[in-house]
């Protein structure tokens, strides 16, 4: 059965909703973008990582799913949109993995390759 916090998850990244993804995270967490290498502790930082990238161009997520066991899960997800670089479509697949407590988010570390949103090769 699938974890709420995981479905609203993919229902927050589906729907680019910055408001509804903070709301998975518990009071302290640790969110790490690791191609960027940035680590985010704080949900300002957090709301604002997530509505500068749902504010790309034509943006979504899809292809998401969701493997998960009692206290982590993994969220497959493809990203795609228009490089605002480039000016060219982009596709990136990615996965999240997330430690789960307490029905919140308290660690979650993002792994993709940027390079399809950076350049045209």
């Known amino acids: 059965m699938l974890a709420k916090v995981l479905q609203d998850a993919k229902e927050a990244l589906e729907g680019l909703n910055p408001d509804k993804i903070i709301e998975i995270y518990a009071d302290e967490f640790l969110f790490e973008d690791t191609s960027s290498k940035e680590q985010i502790i704080d949900r300002t930082s ?55 407590s307490g029905g919140k988010v308290i660690h979650e570390s993002l792994y993709y390759d940027p390079k399809p949103f950076w350049s045209r090769d």
């Open 46 to 100: 957090l709301r604002k990582y997530f509505q500068q990238l749902f504010a790309l161009p034509h943006v979504s997520f899809s292809d998401i799913r969701i493997f998960e066991a009692e206290y982590f899960a993994t969220i497959e997800w493809t990203w795609g949109g228009v490089s605002p670089i480039t000016g060219e479509l982009y596709r990136v697949r990615g996965a999240s993995v997330i430690e789960l």
